[in-house]
């Protein structure tokens, strides 16, 4: 049947009239899930549009530079292992993710400190964002309560409301999560009856704030977890992304029963693959893989096959030191730009990996609201409510390093620097 004219009336002779619709109006309203109604698109996503123009420098999103990856070698190992492995890479595979490349991953995750991992304790899934999914049905129903840091990633967050568990922030400082605050917020849950579910944390080069939890905080916490019976989701993209130093020791390498780990290929080779990971304890793995093959049925096989190909034939941990030396370039760039323009009033975190900065305005600045003047001149950030379940976060932004050339970036911070002078002197 042809859908009628959405702007105007139905309904002709012999047909029972249907009431106009205005098209902005959406007809299933009252049908959808109550899971829906937590659904909001990201500050990101929103961004999207604008940070596609060529004229405006893009601190937003936070795109790994795939240009440096080796396009042409990485193209003919695609094509070698279509031709030379055949069919089976177009084929369906295992619900839990290829043999071979869970074996690698194990591999990967040692250079963490991981060295009691077993491949079948490993999931493969669309990213690591399919994996926060995952661990999130599996374990919350709706009103129970996740703790997270404050801020916290804003793609966790989104996973969190539309299952409807409720996030419950724990402040951070320069050292990472604060163990005290922790503390607070399960005695607090507590007292109140909440289920508290899990503890979700990104130990290092933290998305937005781009601070790495220090050792010692990293024993505490563990302690913490212990004392109060505490699973803790360790989401962990950025961990082999240091400018200046060694890999920290995972939190997993320290509980295996306690802590579910979350990796990701996105930041050490390709996003666009879509391959991470979750390493959990067997009888945890066991729901995911179910939980998994409700939603995908199995991960995709050819870039599985990529991605296990590319760490047995390519120089991948050599890349990744290509990748650091661009990023630290780009880093440097951001903080020395920051020093020299930023009004005073004005802070921000000092990333020794990842991707972001993390900026606080003078005070009573808010860049939600400062964020269509920032356009009018030409520099996209994600503001830092978005960052926050709870309304937090109007005084803060997240810049992001990884994507834009150093000239660029200084280009965009003396801009952003020139928007921020101006609301000032409003
Ligand atoms: N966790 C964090 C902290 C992230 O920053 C990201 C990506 N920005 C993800 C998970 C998801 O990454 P992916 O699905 O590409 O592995």
């Known amino acids: 049947m042809p859908s009628p004219t ?4 139905v309904g002709t002779a012999g047909q029972v009239p249907v009431p106009a619709r205005h098209p902005r109006l959406d007809p299933l309203a009252d049908r959808y899930a109550a899971r829906t109604h937590g659904m909001k698109s990201s500050e990101i996503r929103a961004l999207f549009s604008v940070v596609s123009r060529p004229e405006v420098v893009s601190l937003a999103g936070g795109m790994p530079a795939v240009t440096a990856l080796p396009l042409d070698a990485v193209g003919s190992m695609i094509g070698e292992l279509v031709s030379g492995m055949g069919a089976q890479t177009l084929q369906y595979g295992s619900g ?14 040692a250079l963490e400190g991981i060295t009691d991992a077993s491949p079948s304790e490993v999931v493969v899934t669309v ?3 399919q994996a926060l999914d995952l661990v999130t049905r ?17 793609g966790a967050l989104g996973v969190f409301q539309a299952a409807q568990a409720r996030v419950q922030h724990v402040a951070m400082d320069d050292d990472g ?13 507590r007292a109140r009856g909440d289920k508290v579910k899990f503890l979700y944390t990104i130990p290092n080069f933290h998305n937005p704030a781009g601070i790495t939890l220090t050792e010692e905080r990293r024993v505490r916490i563990m302690e913490i977890a212990d004392r109060y019976d505490l699973l803790v989701v360790e989401d962990n993209p950025y961990g082999l992304l240091g400018f200046d130093r060694e890999p920290m020791r995972a939190l997993r390498a320290r509980d295996a029963e306690r802590v579910i780990y979350l990796g990701s290929f996105s930041k050490t080779f390709s996003p666009g693959l879509r391959v991470g990971w979750v390493l959990a304890p067997l009888a945890v793995r066991e729901k995911l893989v179910l ?27 050599q890349q990744i ?7 630290r370039e780009r880093r440097d760039a951001t903080l020395e730009s920051l020093a020299a323009l930023m009004p005073p009033g004005t802070t921000w975190t000092r990333p020794d990996g990842g991707f ?11 860049a939600k609201l400062m964020q269509p003047r920032a356009v009018s001149a030409h520099v996209a950030y994600v503001p830092g409510i978005g960052f926050y379940a709870d309304g937090q976060g109007k005084e803060y932004m997240r810049l992001s390093y990884c994507y834009p050339e150093p000239d660029q970036i200084r280009e965009g911070v003396r801009r952003l620097a020139r928007v921020v002078e101006a609301e000032l002197d409003l």
């Open 356 to 366: 972001y900065v993390w900026l606080k305005l003078p005070s009573g600045l808010d």
């Open 177 to 189: 999560l604060v163990p005290e605050a922790l503390e607070d917020a399960l005695v607090e849950c």
């Open 321 to 327: 030191k290509t990748f650091i030396e661009l990023y």
């Open 127 to 129: 990213g690591s964002q």
């Open 6 to 9: 959405p702007d105007l009336p």
């Open 291 to 317: 939980a998994t093959e409700a939603q995908v049925l199995c991960p995709p096989s050819l870039t599985q096959y990529a991605v296990a190909r590319y760490l047995d034939t390519q120089p991948w941990q």
């Open 138 to 154: 599996v374990f919350c129903d709706p009103g129970d309560v996740v703790l997270a840091e404050a801020p916290s990633y804003v």
């Open 96 to 109: 839990q993710g290829d043999p071979r490349l869970r074996e690698r991953i194990c591999d990967v995750m």
